[in-house]
C-alpha cells in the first residue's frame, strides 16, 4: 500500500542541494578572479610563423642539370703575311748614260708593290759613277720618285757615290732618298752608318746602312745596336762584303766580328763585285756542336753582265709562317725573270730558301704554322 513521503525527508533534500549550490559557488570564485588577471596576448601571423617550433617541409632540390656557361674562346692571332725587299745594286752605268733604265727598274717595283707586299726598296751602292756629275744625280733622283709615296728607301753610299776621297760630306749626303735618316740612329752626324726599324709581316726588323770605308769604324756601334734590338730581325746592307774569291779585308771583319757576334743577324746584302752570288753561313752561336742559325748572304752586280744593262733588280720575298726566303730576279726591260750565269749562285726566276729564321722574332702568341 502506498504511504506518501515523511515531510522531513523533503526538507533534508532540499537543504543538501543549497549546501551543494552554495559549496560551489565558494570554489569558484577564486578561480574567476584569477582569470580576469592574466592579460590577453595577441599574435600576429608573422609571430606565429617565427615562433613556432614546427620546421617548414624543406623544398625538393631541383632535379635539372644547370646550363654551363660556355667558356669564351679568344680568336686565333692571324698567321702572319709575307712582305718583300726589293733590292738593287751597282746602277752607275743606268744613271751616266741618261738612259730610262733606273726608273723603269723602280717603276716595276712600284707597279708590283701590292702584288709583293713591298715594305722597302734597298740598294747597296754605287748608285752613279762619279758623285760630281749633276746629271746623274738627277737621273737617279728621277726614279726614286717612281717609288710608291710611303715606301721606305735606304741606300749605302758605294766607292763610287764618294770618290775620290771617303770624306765627311759627299754630294751622296745631298743626294740620297733614304727616307729614315735620323740623328739618334746614326753613327755619327753625317749618316754614313745608320739602322732603321720598322714592323712586317709580324717580325719586327732592323736594317742597316752601312756606306763604304765608314763600316769598320763603327763596328763596335753596330754590335750595341744588335744587342738593344736582340728581339728584331737583323739585315746588313753593305757595298762590299763578299765576292767570288771569299771575304775581302772589309768583309772579313764585318764577318768575324760582327755577323759572329750578333745572333739576331740572318741576313746580309753587297755589291761592288760583279755577278751574283749566295753565301749561306751556319753559325753555331751557343758552341754545342750544334748550328743555331743560317745568314744568307748575297751579292749582286749586274752593271757588266753580257746584255749590257738590262735593269736586273731582285725581289727578297720573306714569309714569317713558311720561314723562308724567296729570291725573284727580274728585268724590267727584257721583261723576264731569271738570269743564267756559268758561276754564282744560280737562282733562276725564283728560288726559295730555307730557315730564314722569321720564326725566331715573332711574338709569342702569333700563329706560324707552315
Known amino acids: 500500500m502506498w504511504q506518501p513521503p515523511r515531510k522531513d525527508y523533503y526538507w533534508n533534500m532540499h537543504l543538501t542541494k543549497r549546501l551543494f549550490a552554495t559549496g560551489f559557488a565558494i570554489l569558484a570564485i577564486p578561480l574567476l578572479l584569477l582569470k580576469r588577471r592574466q592579460p590577453m596576448t595577441t599574435i600576429s601571423p608573422v609571430q606565429a610563423a617565427s615562433t613556432s617550433t614546427e620546421k617548414p617541409a624543406p623544398t625538393p632540390e631541383s632535379t635539372s642539370t644547370p646550363t654551363a656557361t660556355p667558356e669564351h674562346t679568344p680568336e686565333p692571332t692571324p698567321a702572319p703575311e709575307p712582305f718583300s725587299i726589293a733590292w738593287m745594286s751597282d746602277t752607275q752605268t743606268y744613271t751616266a748614260a741618261n738612259s730610262d733604265v733606273f726608273g723603269r727598274m723602280t717603276q716595276w ?31 737617279a733622283e728621277d726614279g726614286f720618285r717612281r717609288l710608291p709615296e710611303g715606301m721606305r728607301i735606304l741606300t749605302v753610299a758605294g766607292n763610287h757615290d764618294q770618290l775620290p776621297k771617303y770624306d765627311k760630306h759627299t754630294p751622296y749626303l745631298d743626294h740620297r732618298p733614304d727616307t729614315d735618316v735620323e740623328t739618334k740612329q746614326a753613327f755619327d752626324e753625317t749618316g754614313y752608318v745608320y739602322y732603321t726599324t720598322f714592323t712586317a709581316g709580324g717580325v719586327p726588323m732592323l736594317v742597316f746602312s752601312l756606306s763604304y770605308g765608314h763600316e769598320v769604324e763603327a763596328i763596335d756601334w753596330i754590335n750595341e745596336i744588335c744587342k738593344q734590338y736582340s728581339d728584331h730581325y737583323a739585315v746588313l746592307c753593305l757595298h762590299s762584303y763578299v765576292n767570288f774569291s771569299g771575304y775581302p ?45 743560317t745568314v744568307h748572304q748575297m751579292m749582286m752586280n749586274l752593271q757588266d753582265d753580257p746584255y749590257n744593262g738590262v735593269g736586273y733588280l731582285r725581289i727578297l720575298r720573306l714569309d714569317p709562317t713558311a720561314d723562308t726566303l724567296e729570291v725573284i730576279t727580274y728585268s724590267p726591260i727584257l721583261d723576264r725573270f731569271g738570269y743564267k750565269m756559268m758561276v754564282g749562285d744560280h737562282f733562276g726566276e725564283s728560288t726559295v730558301l730555307e730557315g730564314a729564321g722569321l720564326r725566331d722574332f715573332l711574338p709569342k702568341e702569333t700563329t706560324a704554322t707552315p
Request: proline share 5%; charged share 20%.
Open 249 to 293: 779585308s772589309i768583309g772579313s771583319r764585318m764577318f768575324e766580328r760582327v755577323v759572329k757576334q750578333s745572333p739576331n743577324i740572318r741576313l746580309v746584302l753587297c755589291g761592288h763585285d760583279g755577278g751574283m752570288l749566295y753565301v749561306p753561313e751556319q753559325l753555331d752561336d751557343n758552341a754545342d756542336g750544334t748550328p743555331d742559325r
Open 109 to 139: 717595283i712600284s707597279d708590283t708593290q701590292k702584288e709583293y707586299n713591298t715594305v722597302l726598296t734597298v740598294h747597296t751602292g754605287d748608285i752613279v759613277y762619279n758623285p760630281y756629275q749633276e746629271i746623274a744625280w738627277q737621273n
